[in-house]
C-alpha cells in the first residue's frame, strides 16, 4: 500500500466515475461529471439543488442509467441495468425519502431485501441486533418501525444496507431529518463503517456538517464537475461556498426602489409542523410592508413550503400569530384569509393551485365562483366573461376555455393562476416559487405582475430558490434555514456568496459584518 | 328449540363459515399484496358454476374442484392483468369483475339449471370421533372443503408471517415501491396472489355446487362474495381474526333460514344486514384507533405502481 494513492491510480480509488452524462427531458441533469472515492474514506458530494448530484447518485445506485460515462470499481468497469445489479456489486444507498414500512419491524425492514426463505422471527433479530451494535445503531429489532424518530428510521436504513454487506454506501442528505445531536452521532458511526473498509458517500449542502464528518469533497454545479477530491483538511468553507454557488453571471436591472407604507403581514414567532410531525419552521418573525416585496431564500425543504402553507391557511400553526391587515388570522379560514386580502400563489400549481381535469373556465372562477351565481347556480355567461377577462388582462394564451386546464402549458398555467389570484386587488401576496420552470418570457411576465402589485401597495412575500431572482427583484431578503430565519440582506448590497453561506447554514457567515 | 335444530343450527354455522372463510382467505391474499378485488362474487359463482358442469362431465368431485379454483384464478388473473400490469382502477375493474363473473356463470350454467349433480363431496368420517355428541356431528362430519378451509388459513397465516414469501408479499402491499428497491417484484407478487386469491374463491364457490346445495342455479352465490370482502376488514386483514368473523358471520347466514323454525319472531332481513353492520362498527374502531398507530390496513391497498421516472 503506497502511503498517499494519487487519483489517477485507479485500483486504489473504490469508486470511479468519469465522464458521466444524463439527459432528462428538458434537463441535463449531469454533463460530464467526474467523481473518484478512495475506500476506507468519508466523501463528500456538494452542491446546490439541481447540481446534479442526487442524479449522479442514482446512476451510481443503478436507478438511472446514464446517456454516457464509465463506471468502475476498485479499477473494474461495471455497467448497473437496475439497483439490484449495483447491490450485488456492493453499492448500497440510503435515500432521502425513507423507503421502510411502518408497521413492520426494524428486524423485517432489515432483511426484507434478502431474508432466508423460511423466517425464524428471533433468530432474525439477534443477527440484526449483532449488526446494529457493531456499528454502534442502537436500535432495538423487535419494535414496529412506526414508533421510531427519523434519526431512528435512518438507522434502519443504514441497517438495510450493510445487511446487504454494501461497501459503498450512499447518503442522500442524511442530516435534513437529523437533531444536532444526531447528526454527531451519525459521523461516529459513519467512521467506524469507513474504519471498518467501506467507504461513504455523503451528499449534502450543509457545510458546516460536511466538514466535522468528510475526508474529501467534490463540488458540482450545474451538472459538472467543478472541484474534485478535495481535501476537506485543507479547504476552508468560503472556498467550498464559493465553488458550490459560483459567481454571479450577469448584473441585471433593478425595479426602482420601493417606498414601504405601513405593516400589512406580519409573521409573531410563528412556528408549525411539517408532515412529519416535527417542526418545519419555529418562531419565525417578520413583517412586510404595503408597497415592499420581501424574498426569502433557502434551500428546498428548509420550512419555505410550510410557512407559505401557514400565511395561507392551509398548515394550522402551533405558536406564535399572524397578523394582517390590522386583524389577527392566525386562526382564520383560507376563505377568511381571502376576504380580507390574501392571495397565494402555491408551489404546486396543478395540485394546489389549480384543478388539473377541471376546464379553464372552471379553474378560473374557483375563487370567486360565489360572484357568478344565480340563487345555487353558476351562471354560465358571467363565468365565461369573467375567465375570458383574466385571459385577456393577464395574457394567458389558452386554446378552448372548456378544455382541461392540464392541457395549458406551464407558463400559460402560471399566467392564469396568478392573474386569477391578483385579479381580486388583494393587498398581501403569498408566492411560492412563482416562476419555477418557466421560459424567459414567462419569468418576465410573471415578475412584472408581482411588481406591479407591490408598486400598486400590496405587501409581497415571494419564496424562490433562485437567488439571482431574489436579488433584483426584491427590497429585502430573509434566508431561511432549519426552519428558522437565518438573516436578512439588503438585495441592493448583498452579495451572492454571503446570502449563499447563510443558505448553507455556515455559521462563519452569519456572524459577519 | 330443541337440542337437534341448535346442532344443526351450529353445523351450517361451520359450515357457512369455512365458505365464507375460503374465499375471504382469498382476498385476504390478495389485499395484504395490495390489490382490492371486488369481483369475490363473480369469481365463487364461475368456480361454483364450473365446479358443477365438471362434476356432471368428469362425475370426479375432486376433479371438479380443481377445476372450479383454476377458472376462479383465471377469473382474477383478468382483474391481475387490468390493476396490476396495466394499472388500472382496482374498485372500478374489481366490480366489473363481478358483473362479469356472474353473467359468465349464468352463460355458461344455462344448460345445467335444475340438473342433479354429477358429483358430490360428501362429508368425511372421523370414525369414533364423528359419533361423539355435539363436537362429532358439528366438527367431524362436514364437507372436505371445510377442513380445507381450515388448513389454508393455517397456511396462510404462516406463510405470511414466516416466510420469505409472505414478507415480500405483505411488503408489496405496504410500500410497492420499498419492495422494488428490495429487489422483489412487485408485478409477480400481486399477480400471483391475486390468482390465488382467485383460486381460493373458486373453491368456496366450488363447495356450494359440489356440497351445501348441490344444485346450479343463477344467483346461487346470494350476496357471499360480498361479506367475504367485508369480512377481511373484519378480521382486520389478519387470518385468525377473519376465521372467528367467519364462524360469526356463517352464523347470522345460518340462523337467517331458521328464525321462523326456532319461533323468533325477528325479521331476517335485519339478519342478513349484521354482518355488514358489524364490518362498519370495525371500520369506525380502526378510524378511531388509528389516530395512535397505523391502521392494519395494508398502505398501498388500491394503489397501482408504477415504477417512477423522473
Known amino acids: 500500500m503506497t502511503q498517499t494513492p494519487s487519483p489517477t491510480d485507479e485500483s486504489q480509488l473504490a469508486v470511479q466515475l468519469s465522464e458521466v452524462w444524463k439527459t432528462f427531458p428538458g434537463v441535463v441533469a449531469n454533463a460530464g461529471v467526474e467523481l473518484n472515492v478512495r475506500p476506507r474514506t468519508i466523501h463528500a458530494l456538494l452542491g446546490e439543488n439541481g447540481a446534479g448530484k442526487s442524479t449522479l447518485m442514482n446512476i451510481l445506485a443503478g436507478v438511472y442509467r446514464p446517456d454516457r460515462g464509465e463506471l468502475k470499481l476498485h479499477g473494474r468497469a461495471h455497467q448497473f441495468r437496475n439497483p439490484a445489479d449495483a ?9 432521502q425519502e425513507f423507503r421502510l414500512i411502518p408497521s413492520f419491524s426494524v428486524a423485517e425492514n432489515v432483511v426484507l431485501g434478502s431474508a432466508p426463505s423460511v423466517i425464524k422471527t428471533r433468530q432474525i433479530e439477534a443477527r440484526v441486533a449483532a449488526m446494529a451494535d457493531k456499528f454502534g445503531l442502537r436500535v432495538d429489532p423487535a419494535q414496529p418501525l412506526w414508533q421510531l424518530s427519523m434519526g431512528e428510521r ?13 461497501q459503498v454506501l450512499i447518503l442522500d442528505e442524511p442530516t435534513t431529518v437529523l437533531t444536532p445531536d444526531e447528526v454527531h452521532e451519525l459521523g461516529e458511526i459513519l467512521r467506524r463503517m469507513a474504519d471498518d473498509g467501506r467507504c461513504i458517500i455523503f451528499i449534502s449542502h450543509k457545510l458546516h456538517e460536511v466538514s466535522g464528518i468528510c475526508d474529501e469533497a467534490t463540488v458540482l454545479r450545474l451538472g459538472k464537475t467543478v472541484a474534485s477530491s478535495l481535501d476537506m483538511a485543507t479547504t476552508d468553507s468560503t472556498e467550498l461556498a ?13 425595479p426602482a426602489a420601493a417606498t414601504p407604507g405601513v405593516a ?47 400565511i395561507a391557511g392551509l398548515r394550522p400553526s402551533t405558536r406564535g400569530s399572524l397578523i394582517m391587515n390590522d386583524a389577527d388570522m392566525t386562526t382564520a379560514s383560507p376563505r377568511q384569509r381571502f376576504l380580507s386580502g390574501l392571495c397565494y400563489i402555491p408551489e404546486d400549481r396543478l395540485g394546489v393551485g389549480l384543478a388539473p ?32 377577462g383574466i385571459i385577456e388582462r393577464f395574457g394567458v394564451r389558452s386554446g378552448d376555455v372548456d378544455g382541461p386546464i392540464a392541457a395549458l402549458s406551464g407558463g400559460n398555467l402560471q399566467r392564469l393562476l396568478v392573474g386569477r389570484e391578483l385579479d381580486s386587488q388583494p393587498s398581501v401576496v403569498v408566492a411560492a416559487q412563482p416562476t419555477r420552470g418557466l421560459d424567459v418570457q414567462g419569468v418576465k411576465a410573471i415578475q412584472d405582475l408581482l411588481l406591479e402589485r407591490r408598486n400598486a401597495g400590496a405587501a409581497v412575500l415571494m419564496i424562490s430558490e433562485d437567488l439571482d431572482e431574489l436579488l433584483t427583484l426584491t427590497d429585502r431578503l430573509l434566508v431561511m434555514e432549519g426552519g428558522n430565519i437565518r438573516g436578512e440582506f439588503d438585495p441592493r448590497t448583498a452579495s451572492r456568496q454571503e446570502v449563499g453561506l447563510a443558505m448553507l447554514a455556515d455559521t462563519t457567515a452569519i456572524s459577519q459584518p | 328449540m330443541n337440542e337437534a335444530s341448535l346442532i344443526g343450527l351450529l353445523v351450517a354455522t361451520v359450515s357457512f363459515g369455512a365458505l365464507l372463510y375460503l374465499a375471504a382467505l382469498g382476498e385476504l391474499l390478495a389485499e395484504k399484496a395490495g390489490v382490492l378485488n371486488l369481483g369475490v362474487e363473480g369469481m365463487m359463482a364461475i368456480g361454483a358454476v364450473t365446479a358443477f358442469i365438471a362434476g356432471v362431465e368428469l362425475e370426479n368431485p375432486w376433479a371438479a374442484l380443481v377445476v372450479a379454483m383454476i377458472s376462479g384464478a383465471a377469473l382474477a388473473s383478468v382483474h391481475g392483468f387490468f390493476t396490476v400490469a396495466l394499472g388500472a382502477e382496482q374498485v372500478v375493474s374489481g366490480l366489473s369483475l363481478t358483473i362479469l363473473g356472474i353473467g359468465l356463470a349464468a352463460y355458461l350454467g344455462k344448460d345445467y339449471v335444475g340438473l342433479p349433480p ?86 368456496s364457490g366450488a363447495y356450494l355446487t359440489l356440497s351445501l346445495t348441490p344444485q346450479w342455479a343463477e344467483g346461487l352465490t346470494a350476496g357471499r362474495g360480498w361479506i367475504a370482502v367485508a369480512l377481511v376488514i373484519f378480521g382486520a386483514w389478519r387470518p385468525g381474526r377473519v376465521a372467528w368473523g367467519a364462524l360469526l358471520f356463517g352464523g347470522t347466514l345460518a340462523l ?25 362498527a370495525i371500520l369506525l374502531a380502526i378510524s378511531v384507533r388509528s389516530r395512535k398507530r397505523p391502521s392494519p390496513s395494508p398502505t398501498a391497498l388500491g394503489l397501482a405502481y408504477r415504477r417512477e421516472e423522473r
Open chain 1, 264 to 310: 400589512l403581514l406580519e409573521l409573531k414567532e410563528l412556528s408549525a409542523r411539517g408532515d412529519r410531525g416535527i417542526d418545519a419552521f419555529s418562531d419565525v418573525s417578520f413583517q412586510i410592508n404595503s408597497g415592499e416585496i420581501v424574498g426569502i431564500a433557502g434551500v428546498a425543504g428548509n420550512g419555505q413550503r410550510e410557512l407559505a402553507d401557514v
Open chain 1, 87 to 95: 447491490l450485488s456489486a456492493g453499492i448500497g444507498m440510503v435515500h
Open chain 1, 357 to 388: 381535469r377541471l376546464s379553464i373556465t372552471d379553474n378560473a372562477i374557483l375563487r370567486v365562483y360565489r360572484q357568478q351565481r344565480r340563487g345555487p347556480f353558476i351562471v354560465a355567461e358571467k363565468a365565461l366573461s369573467y375567465c375570458k
Open chain 1, 154 to 166: 435512518q438507522k434502519v436504513e443504514i441497517l438495510k444496507v450493510l445487511w446487504r454487506d454494501a
Open chain 2, 118 to 203: 354429477g358429483a358430490k363431496l360428501e362429508p368425511v368420517q372421523w370414525g369414533g370421533l364423528s359419533d361423539l355428541p355435539w363436537v362429532g356431528p358439528i366438527f367431524f362430519n362436514q364437507a372436505p372443503l371445510v377442513y380445507l378451509a381450515l388448513v389454508m388459513g393455517v397456511a396462510v397465516s404462516l406463510v405470511l408471517s414466516n416466510t420469505r414469501l409472505g414478507l415480500a408479499l405483505r411488503a408489496a402491499g405496504e410500500s410497492a415501491s420499498s419492495t422494488d428497491s428490495a429487489g422483489h417484484s412487485v408485478l409477480g407478487l400481486r399477480l400471483s396472489a391475486v390468482a390465488a386469491g382467485g383460486a381460493l374463491a373458486g373453491a
Open chain 2, 256 to 280: 337467517k333460514t331458521r328464525l321462523q323454525t326456532f319461533g323468533v319472531d325477528f325479521s331476517p332481513i335485519i339478519l342478513s344486514m349484521l354482518p355488514y353492520l358489524l364490518t362498519l
Open chain 1, 242 to 254: 464559493r465553488l458550490m454557488v459560483g459567481a454571479s453571471p450577469t448584473t441585471p436591472d433593478r
